[in-house]
T-cell receptor, first 116, second 108 residues
Framework: DARVTQTPRHKVTEMGQEVTMRCQPI?????VFWYRQTMMQGLELLAY??????LDDSGMPKDRFSAEMPDATLATLKIQPSEPRDSAVYFC????WGRGSTDTQYFGPGTRLTVL | AQSVSQHNHHVILSEAASLELGCNYSYGGTVNLFWYVQYPGQHLQLLLKYFSGDPLVKGIKGFEAEFIKSKFSFNLRKPSVQWSDTAEYFC??????FGAGTRLTVKP
């Protein structure tokens, strides 16, 4: 049963520290999304990649957030420096987009980030 | 820009009541529409999706949704809810932008 995995599942850090979250998409999926979920803002799309190329990162604060896909099996979301307002659950999702595909996202379990 | 709006922030129902959650979208291109569910403490799971064809889409767990192009709507329905349907429900459009979500609480 293929699943999206995310590490760490929980992260508590202090303001100003660097935070790196990792995501392993389902093998064969060509599209990876990063979302942030908070009570106030709901589910926000931060960025997404297709075939490892960033397609849209307009939802991401550029000054402190960065997202990359070093290879097809790993996506990373980095916050440097972190701030208390970054506290949220960060979800990664992957899917297969294109002709004949399902265009459906499969979500990972999320990383719960707390910045003190 | 594409947008999705969900009218109801929090819906409270008794078991066996019928459910309808509203979703309206603003999008000019080919419309792919989705409903996801997030059970407490869990990640999002796909309930159903519409790409083309029959505008009445049936999903898992007895849910269905109807695409009404003239109203730009894709409302989620279930004829009889159960306590286990307590969750947050999200509508999404083709570029994977989600609505704010509707929290459903079903009282036993």
């Amino acid at each position: 049963d293929a699943r999206v995995t995310q590490t760490p599942r929980h992260k508590v850090t202090e303001m100003g520290q660097e935070v790196t979250m990792r995501c392993q998409p389902i093998l064969g999926h060509n599209t990876v999304f990063w979302y942030r979920q908070t009570m106030m803002q709901g589910l926000e799309l931060l960025a997404y990649f297709r075939n490892r190329a960033p397609l849209d990162d307009s939802g991401m604060p550029k000054d402190r957030f960065s997202a990359e896909m070093p290879d097809a099996t790993l996506a990373t979301l980095k916050i440097q420096p972190s701030e208390p307002r970054d506290s949220a659950v960060y979800f990664c999702a992957s899917g297969l987009w294109g002709r004949g595909s399902t265009d459906t996202q499969y979500f990972g379990p999320g990383t719960r980030l707390t910045v003190l | 820009a594409q947008s999705v709006s969900q009218h109801n922030h929090h819906v409270i129902l008794s078991e066996a009541a019928s459910l309808e959650l509203g979703c309206n979208y603003s999008y000019g291109g080919t419309v792919n529409l989705f409903w996801y569910v997030q059970y407490p403490g869990q990640h999002l799971q796909l309930l159903l999706k519409y790409f083309s064809g029959d505008p009445l889409v049936k999903g898992i767990k007895g849910f269905e949704a109807e695409f009404i192009k003239s109203k730009f709507s894709f409302n989620l329905r279930k004829p009889s809810v159960q306590w286990s349907d307590t969750a947050e429900y999200f509508c999404a459009v083709v570029d994977m932008r989600f609505g704010a979500g509707t929290r459903l609480t079903v009282k036993p």
